[in-house]
């Protein structure tokens, strides 16, 4: 055993039946460490080039973490990752809650399933004892039916749970991965993958600890962040608040994106805000494993959109997606979207997105009331929204296109819809307007998943001070939001390598945790002397794999693009005037390949990937 992880991946395929365990020794975790490093390297070495993503020869990655049950804040995360249904190319996504510790607390640091059941199963993992049981009773249930049928069943409510919902039984293409009900691991379709192998849930239950290297350190660190947490002003906000904080604070800087990303404000937004959830509907605040900050909204309804506590409650982006980019400013229905995601597996962004595209769509008569079955496609129709979700989720009608993405939707109706898709390598633009955030904005557009927030900077952050963090990094000075220099391309590159690297480390981007304490907290699991160039070349090494599979999957330069409504100016608001200029986003890709090792197309060089200690990729 290696300190900090248990040197076990558990092995099951779907369509033999059989159940095995690798072995890993401590340089492969050293080199991987966890989270997105596993993904990338078991999808690179085992996933055959043009491989249907839901096919039975794809491969679906649970991975955690050094992090990943140790008792400190921010060790509730683990990763999913396959080839992405909906991108084509690399997938991945994040999820908190309490499956990530349980998994390692049961004796594993990484799940690989393969194959497909020929009848719906779950996995039981009791410590050491992995059974593959009969799931065909579970088929067509809520994910909330499920975890109280399956907990039932085993004897415990305390057993853990990863599962999809009808949504991804019915594959489609932006399906989530459930953990606990709501924890969402939400992006890039991991649940249709899930659905498309038979495997309705995996249930987990652990009886092991995490042993540490320097457990007085990690200790000290854990207290150090308890302490922290009760006057840091970002973890305040976010015990207080959740992520619903932005929603006043991005509307008046015009980063609320409306009507789909048409404005950047929103005149609603005062009814979607934090002190109208909170006021409103707000019940509890829930959190994470260890996590003392409990960002988490819990929230009920009892009128006329009826929302069960159990599922959660809106977060940012979901207020955003479900909201204000469907032009709806009923909360309580917004948070009956939320719940409705929960329960049928979905991604909340891709769902909102898709349906505004929808809605502009049937404003600009390229759908019509015929093809949506009678419901009236308007903005701001909420129950239109609502009844959206159901459809899509059961594949039915309009849904049934929608279920794909609006990327293949608006090939499918055509007539020019293309314009009004908003999405990167076929994923939709998460809740942050690049017009506003014009790094960020590169950053979608060179992301390995498609349009993704959360491994890319947010350069309203950047504006008016640099922090410790990135002064470690050499970043010495702000820069405007809407600059696209070489000097915002470093730092979109330095910070993205950053969360690249907190990726694969498998920790909450919520937690204030400076770059020398990471590296400590680090130290103290495995007993290795590793610093910041260290995980900051992770991070590096993580990417660049992600690319390479992008690049053996056909994936090309002109994937790097942002769609043109983000190069057309805003003709009102708090950005009026605003807009991305097409030839500075060019250079700034081209800019960013140079700076990470990649060739004029994009494709990491074999120096970089020598470099990096993965040559063996270069021959994949």
Known sequence: MVFGYFGKTLRVNLSSGTISADENEEDFYRRYFGGSGLISYYLLKEVGA????????????FAAGPVTGVPIAGGGRNSVGAKSPLNGGYGQAEVGGFWGAELRHAGWDAIVVEGKSENPVYLWIDDDRVEIRDARHLWGKTTLEVQKSIQKELGSTTIRIAQIGPAGENQVRYACVVNDINHAAGRSGMGAVMGSKNLRAIAVRGHQKVELADEKTVNSLAKWLRDDVKTNRMAVGFSQNGTAGGVSAFNAMGNLPTKNFRYGHFEGADKLNAQALNEQILVKRGGCFACPIRCKPHVGVKDTYDVDPAYGGPEYETLGSLGSSCGVDNLEAVARGNQQCGAYGLDTISTGVTIAFAM????????????????KLNFGNADAMLEMIELIARREGIGNVLADGSARAAAAIGKGAEEFAMQV?????????????????????????????????????????????????????????????????????????WQHALNCLVFCQFVPFASDRMTDLINGITGWNTNLWELMKLGERCITMAR?????????????????????????GPLQGVAIKEDELARAVETYYG?????????????KLEELGVGWVAGM
């Open 425 to 497: 390598k076929g994923q939709e633009v998460p809740m942050h307007e690049p017009r506003c955030k014009a790094g960020l904005g590169m950053g979608y557009a060179i992301s390995p998943t498609g349009a993704d927030h959360c491994h890319n900077i947010h350069d309203t952050g950047y504006v008016m001070r640099i922090g410790s963090g990135p002064k470690a990094m050499g970043i010495l000075e702000p820069l405007p939001s809407q600059d696209l220099s070489a000097g915002k391309v470093r730092m979109q590159l330095y910070g993205s390598l």
């Open 50 to 61: 043009g491989v249907d993503a839901l096919s039975p020869d794809n491969r679906l990655v």
């Open 548 to 572: 390479a599979f992008n690049m053996r999957e056909g994936k090309t330069k002109a994937d790097d693009f942002l769609p043109k409504r983000f190069l057309t100016a805003f003709e009102s």
């Open 360 to 375: 502009e769509c049937f404003e600009k008569g390229i759908l019509t009331e015929k093809d949506t079955g009678g419901v």
């Open 595 to 607: 700076m990470v090792g990649w060739d004029s197309e994009g494709k990491p060089t074999s120096a």
